[in-house]
């Protein structure tokens, strides 16, 4: 039976190091969004579709660094604060980045 603990717990080591997106190895909490789409112009970077927030604010200006990422994970983006403000949320519908680059 430890045996069998110890195997589930293994297997649960690496969920845990996907939670945080910091330098310390997940020690900082996930804070972005995830959406159906994710479409890039320049420095922007815009949502759509289905977007959720995770530790982030659904609608209004987003102040501070945060991702957008497709549900499938196949593309991800991670956007700055610069002058104030970093982005604005109308989730579900849509999230736009200002100054963002592909993480």
Partial sequence: MVAAMATAMVGMAPVAAVAGDGPGGGQHHKR???CD???RDHHAAVGS???RAINAPRHGT????FTIETRKGH???VCVNRQ???????VPKWVRGKDCRRA
């Fill in 32 to 34: 972005g969004y995830v």
């Fill in 37 to 39: 789409r994710l479409e």
């Fill in 49 to 51: 579709s289905r977007c």
């Fill in 62 to 65: 987003i102040r501070g660094t």
């Fill in 75 to 77: 593309h991800k983006v």
């Fill in 84 to 90: 104030g403000n970093s982005g604005y949320a109308n």
